[in-house]
């Protein structure tokens, strides 16, 4: 019969996703999803192994907010 043991290690958290990762890599890029999804909400990210690529709207809504806060491009 297998004996349970109590052992200590050390996680690394990504506080925006709010989860433990195991290695300090997997923390940031899941913190880095995090924050472009709190940037751009109405872009529904496919998390399918088929992946599609984002859609035009995505790509445009996120165009369209980076070109506002630039200084007065597009009027």
């Given at each position: 019969?297998?004996?349970i043991t109590k052992t200590t290690r050390h996680v690394f958290r990504a506080p925006t996703n709010?989860?433990?990762y195991l290695t300090v890599t997997a923390a940031a890029k899941a913190e880095a999803r995090a924050?472009?999804?709190?940037r751009y909400p109405q872009c529904v990210r496919n998390t399918t192994a088929t992946?599609?690529?984002?859609?035009?709207?995505?790509?445009?809504a996120a165009?369209?907010?980076?070109?506002?806060?630039?200084?007065?491009?597009?009027?």
């Amino acid at each position: 019969m297998a004996a349970i043991t109590k052992t200590t290690r050390h996680v690394f958290r990504a506080p925006t996703n709010g989860r433990d990762y195991l290695t300090v890599t997997a923390a940031a890029k899941a913190e880095a999803r995090a924050l472009m999804d709190e940037r751009y909400p109405q872009c529904v990210r496919n998390t399918t192994a088929t992946a599609a690529a984002p859609s035009a709207a995505c790509i445009g809504a996120a165009i369209n907010d980076s070109c506002e806060s630039t200084q007065g491009w597009h009027a």
